[in-house]
C-alpha cells in the first residue's frame, strides 16, 4: 500500500522554467490537496480538488495549475518558475467526511528556484 | 472565507509541566477542526478533529482540544508534557460545506528537561 506518492524529491529550476509535480495515491481518496510549506508560514493550500474533473483555488493559486482527471492523480503544474516559488511542497488525500477524515501526506518536494 | 490564527508562534514549557496551545478560526459556516503534529523532519500526523458531538476531544499521546463554538476556539492542551512532544503543531478549518483544509501557521513546541 503506497499511500500518497510524490515526485520528484528534489528539484531546482532556473527561473523562467516549467515543471510539473506529480502526485498519486492508491486509497481512492476523493479529497486531494496541493500545500507549499515556508518556515514560519506554516502550510498554504495551493489548489484542492474534491473529486475527478473537479478543482478549486485555495490561498496561494497564482503561478500554479492543476488537473484532476482520475481519482489517482493530481498533478501540480508551474508555469514560469519565479524565486517566491521555491519552497516545500506537500500533496495530501483524504476522504473528505466523516469518521474516517484524516489527511495522508506525500513525502514532499523540494524546490529551488534559482 | 475561513481563516486559522495560531495565537502563538513558539511555546517554551518545562517537561512535566502542562501546555496550551491557542488556535482560534474564523468562517461563516460550520466547520470541522483538526489538530496537526510534525516531528523534526518528519511529515505531519493527525493528533485530532473534532467533526460533530462532544466539544472535548481526545487525541494521540494523551494530548486534548476543546471546541468552543462561541469564541470560535479550539485550543489544543496536554497536562504534562515530554521532550519527545517537542515538535511543530498546526491547527486547521475545513468549512462542512466545501473541500477547502486551511492550517494556521504552526506553533513550534519547545519542551525543555
Known amino acids: 500500500n503506497a499511500g500518497v506518492t510524490q515526485t520528484p524529491k528534489f528539484r531546482i529550476l532556473k527561473i523562467g522554467q516549467s515543471m510539473t509535480l506529480q502526485c498519486t495515491q492508491d486509497?481512492?481518496?476523493?479529497?486531494m490537496y496541493w500545500y507549499r510549506q515556508d518556515p514560519g508560514m506554516g502550510l498554504k493550500l495551493i489548489y484542492y480538488s474534491v473529486g475527478a474533473g473537479i478543482t478549486d483555488k485555495g490561498e496561494v493559486p497564482n503561478g500554479y495549475n492543476v488537473s484532476r482527471s482520475t481519482t489517482e492523480d493530481f498533478p501540480l503544474r508551474l508555469e514560469l518558475a519565479a524565486p517566491s516559488q521555491t519552497s516545500v511542497y506537500f500533496c495530501?488525500?483524504?476522504f473528505g467526511r466523516g469518521l474516517n477524515e484524516k489527511l495522508f501526506f506525500g513525502s514532499g518536494t523540494q524546490l529551488s528556484v534559482l | 472565507a475561513q481563516s486559522v490564527t495560531q495565537l502563538d508562534s513558539q511555546v517554551p514549557v518545562f517537561e512535566e509541566a502542562p501546555v496550551e496551545l491557542r488556535c482560534n478560526y474564523s468562517s461563516s459556516v460550520s466547520v470541522y477542526l483538526f489538530w496537526y503534529v510534525q516531528y523534526p523532519n518528519q511529515g505531519l500526523q493527525l493528533l485530532l478533529k473534532?467533526?460533530?458531538?462532544?466539544?472535548l476531544v481526545k487525541g494521540i499521546n494523551g494530548f486534548e482540544a476543546e471546541f468552543n463554538k462561541s469564541q470560535t476556539s479550539f485550543h489544543l492542551r496536554k497536562p504534562s508534557v515530554h521532550i519527545s512532544d517537542t515538535a511543530e503543531y498546526f491547527c486547521a478549518v475545513r468549512p462542512q460545506n466545501t473541500g477547502k483544509l486551511i492550517f494556521g501557521q504552526g506553533t513550534t513546541l519547545q519542551v525543555k528537561p
Open positions: 473534532y467533526l460533530s458531538g462532544s466539544t
Open positions: 486509497m481512492n481518496h476523493n479529497y
Open positions: 495530501a488525500s483524504s
